[in-house]
Each structure stands twice: as structure tokens, then as C-alpha cells.
């Protein structure tokens, strides 16, 4: 009878140590994740140059799907540049002119 009770709490301390080594992998896994998500993962650009026309101002910037959209306005009308926020790289420009 003892040694049934020696051998059953050689395994409990067996479960509570893996389970223990898993809690801890899984807390691990889980601030790596929020880590990357916040400081925006590792294809994140660090910085990105975009030129605007001659005598325009921005008046509107927004976020969608991960797309930076930016209004702006200028001597030539105004215009929504797209830009892709996992690459920094511009996507799109849609421009409104007077008609003729």
C-alpha cells in the first residue's frame, strides 16, 4: 500500500511539472505574439518617404484593412493616396479634377 501511494505521487509530481513546463510555453508564446502584433511584426516598415505635390497640404488621414488612406489638397484638386501599411509601399491614387 505504501509504495502504490510512493509510485501515485512520483506520477502526480510528473503531471504537475509538464503541465507546469506548459503553462509556461504557452504565457511565452503568447507575449512573443502580442509583441509582434504591437510593435507591428517584423515586415513592418521603419520608414517610408512619400513626396507631395508642390503646394498641397494633407487634410485627412484614416486606417481600413490595413491600408493608410490620405486625403489631400492641392493647387491641382484633390487627391486620396493609398498606401499599404504592412509594406509602406503606395497602392493607389484617385485624384478629383474639375470637369471640363
Known sequence: MAQDL???LGLLKAI???L???ILLC???MTA???STV???PDAPANVVANLPAGAQIVEMDTQDGTLLVRIQGPEGDQVLSFDLATGQRTGTLRFVPAP
Open 39 to 41: 510593435t507591428g511584426g
Open 20 to 22: 507546469s513546463v506548459a
Open 16 to 18: 504537475v511539472i509538464g
Open 6 to 8: 510512493t509510485q501515485n
Open 33 to 35: 505574439y502580442i509583441i
Open 27 to 29: 504565457l511565452a508564446i
